[in-house]
């Protein structure tokens, strides 16, 4: 991706197909609790009702789509810090701190560690 690592979530455009596909999974999630909603009552009417299973699945469905904006950005981001931090590497300004780095005494003290292993 020509360097570019987490900071293409910076982009607008970027960040505005991540917020098209989140409104898509609420949008999805709507309907899905309409139909839970629906099957309980139709459940409901023959004795075969199952509060806690649908209450479970619109749970879950709830932290689906509260999630599939966030976890897959922060995990692009975190897993490009453990390869900076892992192999010694830097392509920010200051030496030896990768790019997005919170801890740079660590980074430092990694880059070190790994030329003295050289």
């Known amino acids: 991706m020509n360097?570019?690592?987490a900071e293409?979530?910076?982009l607008s455009w970027v960040n505005a197909v991540?917020?098209?596909f989140t409104l898509f999974g609420w949008a999805l999630f709507a309907v899905g609790v309409v139909g839970a909603v629906f099957e309980v009552a139709i459940e409901a009417q023959s004795g075969r009702t199952s509060i806690k299973g649908a209450t479970l699945n619109v749970l879950k469905g709830f932290f689906a789509c509260a999630l599939i904006g966030v976890v897959p950005v922060e995990l692009y981001g975190t897993c490009r810090l453990h390869?900076?931090?892992r192999t010694g590497t830097s392509h920010s300004r200051q030496a030896g701190t990768p790019t997005g780095c919170a801890r740079p005494d660590y980074a430092l003290?990694?880059?070190a560690d790994s030329?003295?292993?050289r």
């Open 3 to 5: 360097n570019m690592g």
């Open 8 to 10: 293409i979530f910076n």
């Open 18 to 20: 991540v917020r098209l």
């Open 83 to 85: 390869r900076h931090l």
């Open 109 to 111: 003290k990694s880059a």
């Open 115 to 117: 030329v003295s292993r």
